[in-house]
């Protein structure tokens, strides 16, 4: 599900202040505000705000402005610019990467490298890493790639009414805890990395970077 913008819309950009994963966008001149559908991760928050009530969720659409959903996404198919996942023979250097940092620091781990929507590219636990560390790296990895940003910088956020419907309506896989770094390319999110199974936050995140390294040298 996705958030729409309406024609209603009155240009003031109030719910941009507010989105936490800078999905609302318009260009000069154009008649309002758009949701990317691709990026929204259905937190309410924008419509809260709307002094117009111009935002609607896509399945409580009024009929009257159901075009308006097509309209939204439209928007982004034709200004976005065209960027790539990380392709799959990075995504898994970067997996075995993170897997080597883990070994010479005598830890076993679970990395997970998923494109800009949260889905999976590269999976990769170690002999001796714990069964779910494979669950908690792919949703580390998920949430940073929804969110944009290092899961660790979600942490205040936890507790708040908003952030924990969040985690209700994803089951589960939103999850603000260390070991989550959005991978970037300039302004471009192109997915992230996700670690699990270390016994302590800060070394899931020192092997994301082992795994971002590779990345670096390679020119990104
Ligand atoms: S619902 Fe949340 S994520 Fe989606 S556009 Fe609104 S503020 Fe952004
Ligand atoms: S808050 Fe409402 S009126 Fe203001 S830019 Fe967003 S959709 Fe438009």
């Known amino acids: 599900m996705t958030y729409v913008i309406t024609s209603l819309c009155t240009n003031d950009g109030a719910c941009v202040e507010v989105c936490p994963v800078a999905c609302i966008h318009t260009t000069p001149g154009a008649p309002q505000f758009y949701i990317d559908p691709e990026v929204c991760i259905d937190c309410e928050q924008c419509e809260i705000v ?15 402005h159901e075009a308006s959903i097509e309209i939204n996404a439209a928007f982004f198919r034709k200004n976005k610019a065209a960027v790539g996942p990380v ?22 781990i679970t990395a997970a490298v998923v494109d800009e929507a949260g889905s999976p590219i590269a999976v990769g636990r170690m002999d001796e890493a714990g069964p779910r560390s494979a669950e908690l790296a792919f949703n580390k990895a ?27 309506s994803h089951r589960g896989r ?19 990395i996700g670690v699990a199974g270390s016994s302590r936050p800060e070394q899931d995140i020192l092997c994301c ?12």
Not at 90 to 107: D, F, L, T
């Open 174 to 192: 939103i999850m603000p805890e260390s070991g989550g770094i959005a991978v970037v390319d300039g302004s471009a999110v192109l997915g992230a």
């Open 142 to 168: 998920y949430t940073a790639a929804a969110f944009h940003l290092a899961t660790a910088e979600l942490a205040p956020q936890a507790r708040r009414p908003w952030f924990r419907s969040l985690i209700i």
């Open 87 to 108: 392709p799959f023979d990075k995504a898994w250097e970067m997996v075995q990467a993170a897997h080597a940092y883990a070994r010479r620091q005598g830890m076993a």
């Open 209 to 220: 970077q082992a795994a971002l390294a590779v990345l670096e040298s390679a020119g990104h």
């Open 50 to 64: 709307c002094p117009v009530d111009a935002i609607f969720k896509d399945v409580d659409i009024p009929a009257e």
